[in-house]
């Protein structure tokens, strides 16, 4: 079958590509952004790219077109699409159909670390000889590549709260169909497609609905608004995870280290074993224990998963370190939320103690643009030691806010370049340099390592 995606180059329609790829399918694909490093990923498995929306591209005559929510009506091919009357379905729909049908699924939803504990729980179910297919919206280092289908009946995904198409405005993980659930939190985010958070936690609740009684649901007791969903209606056994109050039923963490890296694990108030690895912060903590509680319930001692954790690689762009030059540690990170961005700082800053931080912020999520956190962004970026805001042309706010707040550390800037020279006026030996965006950030990364070479 010859299958072609529009967004191809997305994420999630990426991973598809990937998945179909390797199911035997002829693949191409159309994008407006054919460029490394998701180009260079898709063109080594042997698909096709074409860049742009020309309909010219369906003269291929596909049997089927796959279509990403970042299509909409009006759009050359869409419109070619349904003019001719082609075959097509969403990437949700589609991963359903030819992927997860018949198998044991593990998903993880959540506002903030679904690629990070998806990551954790296909390494550890690799770890454990599972050989589990994925896909993930990002890159784990254990595995390198975003999606693999895998041979046995385990798959874990990242089970996103995003529409489906523009034909389909369920979120995408109501397609699913999970027997093993991981809820890791719940916050409003997403404002372009959420009037509110009691319209996420309907969504959440419509995947709760199509879990099984004989499955598992996990879901981290930090998180009232999670609470809320479950109460609303629950068929499905429950374990809880967490690390501030502790329960003794559940899995929980005891005795964490300042900066997150060392804790010990309990369940029902037994302890597991003690978690020692590379990893920062609570929220890495709170994954953790949520890959331990998913692993579990496919028949994975805690044993094991604990030693795969140690051995966990984790993922491009979550607090990755890019580069060490002339003493200064360089960070790429992909900020998208002000919980996130402060549970990442807070970790880095109980590693490092007294070592200054340097932060260099994109706001760059649709939700971050809109401004919709604007009152609490300047909070999460507190533990950093001098903050720098890019303020692009087109951004729906001034960032003036958030500095007013933050003081003598903050500054803005409307120019990448401008940004790296500043901090080459101050940085030194022994910093922390932290690149937060969840896009390309102007090339500011290669820049930066530029930059610090020549220091």
């Known amino acids: 079958m010859h299958i072609h995606i529009l967004g191809i180059c997305g994420t999630f329609m990426g991973g598809i590509a990937l998945l179909a790829r390797q199911a035997g ?28 929306y020309d309909p010219a591209h369906l003269d291929c005559e596909p049997d089927m077109v796959v279509i990403g929510n970042v299509m909409t009506r009006g759009n050359a091919m869409v419109e070619a699409i349904l003019n001719k009357g082609l075959p097509y379905t969403s990437g949700p729909q589609w991963l359903h159909e030819h992927v ?21 729980l296909a390494w550890i179910l690799e770890y454990a000889g599972m050989s589990p297919g994925y896909l993930i919206g990002g890159v784990p280092e254990n595995f390198g590549l975003s999606a693999r289908f895998g041979d046995t009946p385990f798959f874990v995904v990242e089970a996103d709260e995003y529409d489906t198409a523009f034909f389909d405005k369920r979120s995408k993980f109501v397609h699913y169909h999970p027997r093993t659930l991981v809820l890791n939190n719940l916050e409003f985010d997403h404002a372009d497609i959420f009037d509110d958070l009691a319209s996420i936690q309907k969504q959440f609740h419509h995947l709760v609905r199509t879990v099984p009684g004989e499955g598992l649901i996990i879901s981290n007791a930090e998180s009232a608004a999670l609470d809320e969903v479950l109460a609303t209606g629950c068929w499905t056994p429950v374990e809880q995870t967490g690390y501030q109050s502790v329960s003794r039923q559940g899995w929980n963490a005891r005795n964490i280290s300042p900066d997150g890296h060392e804790f010990d694990v309990f369940f ?16 890495n ?13 496919t028949g994975v001692p805690v044993k094991v998963s604990l030693d795969a954790l140690q051995a966990f690689k984790g993922v491009k762009r979550r607090l990755e370190l890019r580069a060490e030059l002339n003493g200064i540690r360089l960070y790429d990170d992909f900020a998208h939320h002000p919980t996130a961005i ?16 340097w932060v260099l912020l994109e706001p760059r999520s649709n939700t971050m643009r809109m401004g919709i956190h604007k009152e609490s962004l300047a909070d999460s970026l507190r533990q950093a030691d001098g903050v720098y805001l890019y303020q692009p042309a087109d951004l729906d706010w001034n960032l003036q806010q958030v500095a007013d707040v933050l003081g003598k550390k903050a500054s803005i800037y409307n120019s990448v370049d401008a940004m790296v020279d500043s ?31 020549l220091l």
């Open 342 to 357: 402060k549970m990442t700082l807070a970790g880095l800053r109980g590693h490092v103690g007294d070592a200054r931080i």
């Open 100 to 120: 997860l049908r018949d198998r044991w699924v593990l998903a993880v939803a959540g506002t903030h670390g679904k690629t990070t504990t998806s990551s954790m």
């Open 25 to 52: 399918h002829e693949v191409s694909g159309s994008d407006e952004n054919v460029y490394p490093p998701m180009s260079t990923q898709l063109q080594e498995q042997g698909i096709e790219l074409m860049q742009g």
């Open 285 to 297: 903590v709170s994954n953790a224990l949520a890959a331990l509680a998913a692993a579990r319930h």
């Open 423 to 453: 901090l080459r006026q101050l940085v030194q030996p022994g910093d922390y340099v932290v690149v937060m965006s969840n896009g390309g950030f102007g090339g500011i990364h290669v820049k930066l390592e530029a930059m610090l070479k």
């Open 268 to 283: 029902d108030d037994e302890l597991q074993g003690r978690l020692s690895w590379a990893f920062l912060g609570l929220h």
